[in-house]
């Protein structure tokens, strides 16, 4: 079965934005590895002053897809953003610049897309970077045999129909000349240049040796990437760590640090880890004053940015009592969303009322229902659907109670602590919930893969452009909810035809309000991105949709 993902744009957006935002602007970046080495006579203390590795904390383990075409967690796609860099990357001001590509241009028509590369590239192996490595990674999400989930990126593509259907040998639209590509578009695809551009290009001299189909098999090939980033995975411990060497003949300049270690840490450990030097960047999953006093107290920074990570509460469409938008309805009103943004997170988060990212114009300001609690509501649109109060408190519908699942993931404390809390508040309203909580790989495993659940609670990343057809359009692999609208789907293709910019918003205004009126899942709260940081860590400039900004640049010395 193909591999699903959820955590998004979620993937195609961690793999969009957070990806295309590792590049750094320094030409000639001090190599450190260059000083002389420390004796053994050395003491301790002198030696943990000079630190060789940047440590990140992350709360989940990576699973080891290393590989951007396939990625389908976060974490992977939090490695793979050290390790690949796409045509174009992203400054911290959310404008594209050149990456792999020198120089780039839309035709005004909008129908052809043009990259001049860049000849001093190399591959982390030595080999050199080519325009045939752009063709094979763009001609690749349209195989027939591909079980990622990148298609709609290229499926615009003039030819890429025809060769996903395995009736041409190649992707007419797709040009090369020496260092230069043309990418030709049967239709407007208004997110090419972001989408495209950004995306993580795979070297063809490693990936073309095996079968399209069997690409999800190459254990050793996933676990030890070969990329044009500046750090080079060098050694993979599930549930434990990621460690990676810098890449010396990185094209924007030898990496300040020799090396960059992601380290699976305890989210309640983060902020003793990050207070007794353990790890210098640590996401912060408690929002306790408490908490923040000893961190400031210590000296420790952090970093407060909006987030393109939305938490939200997915409901199987498919479920004969779920299939009711009264339900759905009565559902949103039955969670005080507000009041968990207020206590869990202390203000730091945003009530959401649509799938989009609330800090992008594209997210409607008027004309969504806020459902906002309201127990007498909640109840009336469950009888409404010919529900009936039972003895026990639960409604029932012709001998079945109104009872659901709610799978949790562990790892996000605020998250597990939600669960709790929908529980109690749906029984208010005479809904029965179950909690199952499980690890991340098992919810993927269950909710994803095979689709085997009432509701669950999870995260959604999104990126900078508002494209919602992967996850939202009705026959999509990643619409998992098994959500179907026909005026959701035309409003999602005028989305990605539609040339100016004002006019695509309004477009995705009103499609925000399709989804708000339909609840296919209920959206929960964006919550604020607080990281805490060691203070001598120096370029550390992380933003909404760049995670890792300018990493070859970050130096603790």
Request: one cysteine or more; aromatic letters at 10%; charged letters at 30%.
């Amino acid at each position: 079965m193909k591999r699903k993902s959820f955590i998004a744009l979620l993937m195609v957006l961690l793999l969009v934005f957070v990806s295309a935002c590792n590049k750094t602007d320094n030409k000639e970046a001090e190599n450190k590895a260059n000083e002389a080495p420390q004796t053994e006579s050395e003491s301790k203390e002198e030696k943990a002053e000079v630190r060789s590795e940047i440590r990140y904390a992350i709360w989940n383990t990576p699973s080891g897809i290393f590989m951007p075409l396939l990625q389908d967690v976060q974490q992977d796609g939090y490695v793979n953003s050290v390790v690949y860099n796409g045509l174009l990357s992203l400054n911290n001001k959310h404008d594209l610049e050149p990456a792999l590509a020198k120089s780039y241009e839309l035709s005004k028509d909008g129908l052809k897309l043009s990259f001049e590369l860049r000849d001093d590239v190399k591959w982390q192996d030595g080999e050199a970077f080519t325009a045939d490595d752009v063709k094979f990674t763009l001609e690749s999400m349209a195989h027939k045999d591909y079980t990622g989930e990148l298609y709609s990126l290229v499926e615009s593509i003039k030819g890429a129909k025809d060769f996903h259907e395995g009736k041409a040998d190649d992707i007419e639209g797709i040009k090369l000349d020496g260092n230069k590509i043309d990418i030709e578009f049967d239709q407007i695809y208004a997110p090419a240049l972001n989408n495209i551009g950004t995306a993580a290009i795979i070297p063809k001299h490693i990936w073309e040796k095996v079968e399209v189909k069997d690409w999800e098999k190459q254990t050793d090939m996933l676990n030890n990437p070969i990329g044009t980033g500046p750090f080079m995975v060098k050694e993979f411990k599930a549930g434990e760590y990621v460690k990676l060497d810098r890449f010396d003949d990185y094209f924007e300049g030898t990496p300040k640090m020799p090396a960059f270690e992601f380290v699976v840490l305890n989210p309640d450990t983060a902020i003793a880890e990050i207070l007794n030097g353990a790890v210098d960047v640590a996401e912060i999953s408690s929002f306790d004053k408490d908490d923040f006093k000893k961190l400031e107290e210590a000296g420790i920074k952090t970093v407060h940015y909006p987030t393109p990570n939305i938490q939200y509460m997915g409901m199987n469409n498919k479920n004969p009592m779920l299939s009711d938008v009264k339900i759905r309805q009565a559902i949103a009103y039955g969670v005080d969303r507000k009041g968990i943004v207020e206590n869990l997170l202390d203000g730091h988060g945003v009530v959401i009322n649509a799938p989009m990212v609330p800090s992008l114009p594209s997210y409607p300001q008027e004309g969504l229902t806020n459902y906002e609690r309201d127990v007498d509501k909640a109840k009336a649109l469950i009888e409404e659907a010919g529900y009936t109060l039972g003895s026990d408190g639960i409604y029932e519908k012709d001998g079945q109670r109104l009872s659901f699942s709610l799978v949790v993931p562990l790892g996000n404390k605020n998250r597990e602590k939600t669960g709790p809390i929908i529980q109690s508040q749906l029984k208010d309203i005479g809904i029965e919930i179950s909690i199952e909580q499980m690890e991340f790989p098992q919810v993927m495993e269950k909710v994803v893969k095979n689709r085997d659940y009432d509701t669950y609670l999870m995260a959604n990343t999104l990126g900078l452009d508002p494209d919602p057809k992967p996850n939202w359009y009705s026959n999509s692999d990643w619409n998992f909810v098994g959500f179907e609208n026909a005026e959701s789907d035309k409003l999602i293709d005028e989305g990605l035809k539609a040339k100016d910019n004002n006019e695509r918003i309004e477009i995705y205004h009103n499609w925000g309000k399709i989804l708000n009126e339909n609840v296919p899942w209920l959206p929960l709260y964006a919550p604020d991105i607080i990281n805490a940081y060691n203070t001598n860590l120096k370029n550390y400039e992380p933003n909404t949709f760049c995670d890792f900004y300018n990493v070859a640049n970050w130096d603790l010395n």
